[in-house]
């Protein structure tokens, strides 16, 4: 039997893409109509926020632990989160939880090294673009990175938690996430992180002047995969 997949969601947006993603996809490898047990638990958006503004990761961190508890209550083996942002609790998280977990990050390191690319553009929360996350899982990798300038890093971080979160998608803000990738192209990156999961949802390879990582599927395939293991 495969394994039954436990998915500590945050933002809505971005954890039903990747819900999604495992039913859409694993028929391909599983039959039709296939596909491995999923159960998801999220606490409310606002609660996780308000921990983020005030710096206490310690806070997040137990947040992913109840979600953590609950899923393993309902039966799953292995926890995925597609939501980069929270993952900067992860080390407090993996202390004591209750599953083992697949960390988004590594799985997009794992991909970029795979796929050849030699120096990647971060987008993100604000949060993502400015921590260490990335910063310390593409170093291991040995990959660079560029992340955008302070001024396009706010209007991202706007853009996110304006409109994404809530399901508002525009042309004005596909746009500028063109442009700005556009000029990470000129930094010399050969492909762009989509690293908040509700990224993909505006930006993609058709969109984009650079190849993407689109995190939030990522995650997901690596998911189908741990399940059949």
């Not at 609660?47 to 508890?69: E, F, T």
């Not at 990522?218 to 998911?223: E, G, P």
Request: a negative charge; charged letters at 25%; glycine letters at 6%.
């Amino acid at each position: 039997m495969p394994k039954h997949i436990g998915i500590v969601a945050c933002s809505a947006e971005g954890a039903a893409l990747c819900y999604r993603t495992i039913c859409d996809e694993a028929p391909a490898v599983m039959g039709r109509h296939r596909h491995p047990e999923v159960s998801m638990h999220t606490h409310c958006l606002a609660d996780y926020m308000d921990y983020i503004y005030a710096g206490d990761w310690r806070g997040v961190a137990n947040l992913m632990l109840s979600s953590a508890n609950k899923l393993k209550a309902g039966g799953a083996n292995f926890l995925i989160c597609p939501d980069n942002t929270i993952h900067h609790a992860f080390d407090l998280v993996a202390l004591k939880s209750p599953l083992p977990w697949l960390h988004i990050v590594e799985e997009v390191a794992k991909v970029a090294e795979q796929r050849g690319f030699r120096k990647l553009g971060i987008t993100g929360t604000k949060y993502t673009m400015e921590g260490t996350v990335y910063p310390q899982k593409l170093a291991a990798a040995g990959i660079e990175y560029v992340v955008p300038s302070a001024s396009e890093r706010k209007r991202i971080d706007d853009i996110i938690f304006d409109e994404l979160v809530n399901g508002i998608f525009t042309d004005e803000s596909r746009m500028y996430f063109r442009e700005v990738i556009g000029r990470m192209s000129n930094q010399g990156c050969d492909a762009v992180v989509l690293g908040c999961t509700e990224i993909p949802l505006i930006v993609d390879d058709s969109s984009s002047p650079l190849p993407t990582l689109d995190s939030t599927r990522i995650l997901a395939r690596a998911a189908i995969r741990k399940a059949l293991e």
